[in-house]
């Protein structure tokens, strides 16, 4: 069983009630640890070793955030910039994430559609969730395909039971399964 | 053995022998005063020999009922009294003027004349303010929909007494007995029109009192910060007013009942209930104790059918009458029950109308006497029925519909948040907590401050909450949190002492006058400690660099890691207290750790507890 760290940030969770359904539902499972990092840190002062050192216990990592302007909320990239420090994640001797995977757990205002080169916003999500990739890739992690609610203004009760219920198979897939088969890419 | 001091030991051990007992079994401590006033009267032990005393003592501590309505009005601030208008009006009056119409066409069946049947049916249809509200109030049933019709119909009842002692001397069929103690105080010969003047220059007396008399003195008398004073001031108050009433031949409780309800948005609110309710529980007790004891059981044995049927008959027919107007008011079945079970007793209010109307002759003194064993008998049998429905029968029907039970909305909304010291650190604090919508109950200990900021519209009540009843009034029990926003270490400790002991659930959160003192309440087990001065001067000192030419984001990250770990070094430092020398130089030794800390981290240019944006490392490496 492996052990997942979901790393959450929205700057104003009490009012998603898409994040807030979907957090719930995967909150109870064993071995999942939900990290609310804008409930940790509200002035941003986030604590690097203690980070590190839960890095360090767990083999999988999501990133778990709304998209607002075609990226990540603000802490998270703070995160990602204060945690991911050099010689300790990446360059010479930044070995200790190797081999972990991680995804980016998404939800959108605009429907999955409007992501496609034909669509409004002209990029796939794939593409504006390319300097995740290539951060993981760095440290020499495992960047697993990820998981998106669109269309979250709009979304109706039975749209929302039923992503909630792919998202925590997804995380049970991800703990349970003996050698995960969802493709990922990593440094080779 | 004769004296006051020997009568006093023998109320007051029976009452703490019976009391308990009946609290027990789960009797409530209404019918536990009961017994005891019946074991240590004529008919049993006969401690008080004669029912003479008893009555006396009955009287004199009638006044509990009096102190209670006070202590009820303070609970009700206007607007919510003016909510209940229908409650009172409609289910109050119908309640008064068709058990007396009933009464009266029982007892006229009877053969008993009308005049005297009118007398009975007035007097019977009051039910016991104080068996009931003490009950309602023991078993937390104030506020359920049943609790707040059976006030409604009490408070009516009350008002009620009035006209019934007007109506009663219209009926009498003998001259009124000229005697010195007659109900109508300076007014009885004057005019109707004067005495209406009168009423209402009283109740306007009362009324501006309440308004602008009261406060100021309580405020005066509260600056010695003498308590007893302040008791004294309180009791001068309730016994100014009652004498007032009496005066002018009002309900003396009706009369201690507006003035509560005046007083109930003064800041003196809580200090006011925590100084009257020892006096009020001590008195009440005396009275149920004295009921119980001049219950004439001779009378009872010579004439066992007529006493016990009536008293049976009048409450039956209550019952059914409240059941009524339960039924109709779309109580449910369970609420109704204890509704009308509840006040089927007759009032205590009944033994003054029997004992004026045998003044004025309308009634005879033996069935005066026969009117008081079946009041008192229906108030110890009302207890008692209650018990039995409550275990039997609605602890039962408890079970099968729970969720219908309806919810009830109070008569004043409980704060989570209890804020003690409102000086310029408190009113910020309170500012803030008001701003994002939640309101705290405010206690302060300086009368002017009090005054002060009532002026500018904030809720503040005048009291020491270092005081388990003051806590209490401002509802300790159902808070989550205690803000204490004062800095004197003494009153912090007692405070944090006595919450520990009396809230264990209550959340204490401290403000600390300086490190010393956080070391004092962090050796007490607070975890929640804030030093006044840590924010402002970490902040200033921000500015400080930043003048001098630092980065604000850089210094803002240096500010926050000072200052956690000055915290953490506060609670490391907390541990070696004790031993002084050893506290001196470790106090040395964090100090210097704080400074080579941040020094060195100062020197590597910016790097706190990582390399965030610092190309220096990676720069070193190629």
Not at chain 1, 98 to 117: D, F, I, P, R, W
Not at chain 2, 179 to 203: R, Y
Not at chain 2, 351 to 365: D, E, N, R
Not at chain 2, 419 to 447: C, K, M, Q, W
Request: charged share 20%; proline share 3%; net charge negative.
């Amino acid at each position: 069983m492996r052990k997942i760290l979901i790393l959450f940030a929205h700057p104003k969770y009490e009012h998603s009630d898409v994040n807030q359904a979907l957090l719930e539902k995967v909150r109870p499972l064993e071995n999942v640890l939900i990290r609310d990092l804008y409930e940790l840190y509200p002035d941003f002062n986030i604590n690097v070793q203690e980070e590190q050192e839960l890095l360090f216990e767990y083999e999988v990592v999501v990133w778990h955030h709304p998209i607002y302007w075609y990226s990540c909320p603000p802490i998270l990239k703070q995160w990602i910039d204060l945690v991911l420090e050099f010689g300790w994640a990446y360059g010479p001797g930044g070995i200790y994430l190797k081999n972990k995977y991680v995804l980016n757990a998404v939800t959108s205002g605009g429907s999955q559609e409007v992501y496609a080169h034909e669509g409004r916003n002209r990029f796939t999500m794939e593409e504006f969730l390319r300097p995740f990739e290539q951060t993981a890739y760095l440290c020499n992690m495992r960047y697993l395909p990820h998981f998106q609610v669109g269309g979250t203004h709009r979304i109706t009760k039975d749209q929302l039971s039923q992503k909630t219920e792919e998202y925590k198979n997804l995380i049970l897939r991800l703990r349970d399964e003996e050698t995960i088969t969802i493709p990922y890419t990593q440094k080779q | 053995m004769e004296g006051f001091l020997f009568d006093a030991i023998i109320y007051i051990i029976a009452a703490i022998i019976c009391v308990p007992i009946a609290k027990r079994l789960g009797m409530g401590s209404v019918l536990g005063y009961l017994i005891a006033g019946i074991l240590i009267g004529p008919y049993a032990f006969g401690f008080i020999q004669d029912g003479q005393s008893g009555q006396d003592i009955m009287h004199t501590t009638e006044f509990g009922v009096v102190m209670m309505l006070f202590l009820i009005g303070l609970e009700l601030e206007p607007k919510n009294l003016w909510k209940m208008r229908d409650l009172i009006l409609n289910v109050g009056l119908t309640q008064v003027l068709v058990t007396t119409f009933l009464i009266v066409g029982v007892a006229i069946l009877f053969g008993i004349s009308w005049q005297m049947s009118l007398a009975m049916g007035m007097a019977m249809a009051l039910s016991s303010t104080a068996i009931v509200l003490q009950s309602l109030k023991e078993k937390n049933q104030l506020e359920s929909q049943s609790g707040k019709m059976s006030f409604g119909v009490l408070l009516m009842q009350d008002i009620a007494v009035i006209p019934i002692l007007a109506i009663l001397p219209l009926l009498a069929t003998a001259q009124l007995v000229e005697s010195g103690d007659s109900h109508g105080g300076i007014l009885e010969n004057q005019p109707g029109w004067v005495q209406t003047l009168m009423i209402f220059g009283a109740i306007g007396v009362v009324v501006l009192l309440g308004r602008f008399g009261f406060g100021p003195l309580l405020n005066w008398v509260s600056k010695t910060k003498l308590r007893e004073l302040f008791t004294a001031s309180a009791l001068l108050i309730v016994v100014g007013i009652a004498f007032l009433m009496g005066l002018v031949g009002l309900s003396p409780a009706l009369g201690t009942f507006l003035a509560g309800v005046i007083l109930a948005n003064s800041p003196y609110k809580h200090a006011l209930e925590s100084d009257l309710d020892p006096f009020k529980g001590l008195l009440l007790g005396l009275f149920f104790m004295a009921v119980g004891a001049t219950i004439n059981f001779n009378l009872i044995i010579e004439n066992p059918f007529l006493i016990f049927a009536g008293t049976l008959g009048v409450m039956l027919l209550k019952v059914i009458v409240l059941f009524s107007i339960g039924k109709f008011k779309k109580l449910n079945l369970q609420e109704n029950l204890s509704f009308s079970f509840g006040l089927a007793q007759v009032s205590e209010f009944s033994f003054v109308i029997y004992a004026f109307a045998l003044q004025l002759g309308i009634l005879t003194a033996s069935s005066s006497d026969s009117l008081m064993a079946i009041t008192a008998l229906s108030m110890t049998f009302t207890p008692i029925l209650m018990l039995v429905l409550d275990k039997a029968v609605l602890s039962r029907m408890d079970k099968k519909d729970s969720k219908t039970k309806r919810e009830a909305d109070s008569f004043e909304e409980k704060n989570n948040v209890i804020l003690v010291g409102f000086s310029h650190f408190g009113s910020t604090l309170g500012r803030f907590l008001r701003a994002n919508g939640i309101e705290a109950t405010v206690l302060d200990y300086n009368p002017d401050q009090v005054d002060l900021l009532r002026k500018m519209g904030f809720k503040v009540f005048y009291g020491d909450a270092t005081r388990v009843d003051m806590l209490h009034s401002a509802g300790a029990e159902e808070a989550k949190i205690l803000i204490s926003a004062i800095n004197s270490e003494e009153t912090n400790k007692k405070l944090i002492e006595v919450c520990k002991e009396n809230y264990p659930h209550l959340e204490l959160m401290i403000r600390a006058k300086n490190r010393f003192d956080a070391y004092e309440y962090l050796e007490m087990g607070e975890e929640n400690i804030y030093r006044e001065h840590l924010d402002t001067s970490i902040r200033m000192g921000e500015d400080a660099l930043k003048k001098l030419g630092f980065r604000a984001y850089t210094t803002h990250r240096l500010a926050a890691q000072f200052r956690k770990y000055d915290e953490d070094a506060l609670r490391i430092l907390a541990q070696y207290k004790s031993n002084k020398e050893e506290y001196i130089s470790k106090v040395k030794k964090q100090i210097e750790q704080q400074e080579s800390f941040l020094s060195s981290e100062l020197n590597k240019k910016f790097s706190l507890n990582d390399h965030a944006w610092d190309s220096e490392a990676m720069k070193e490496q190629k």
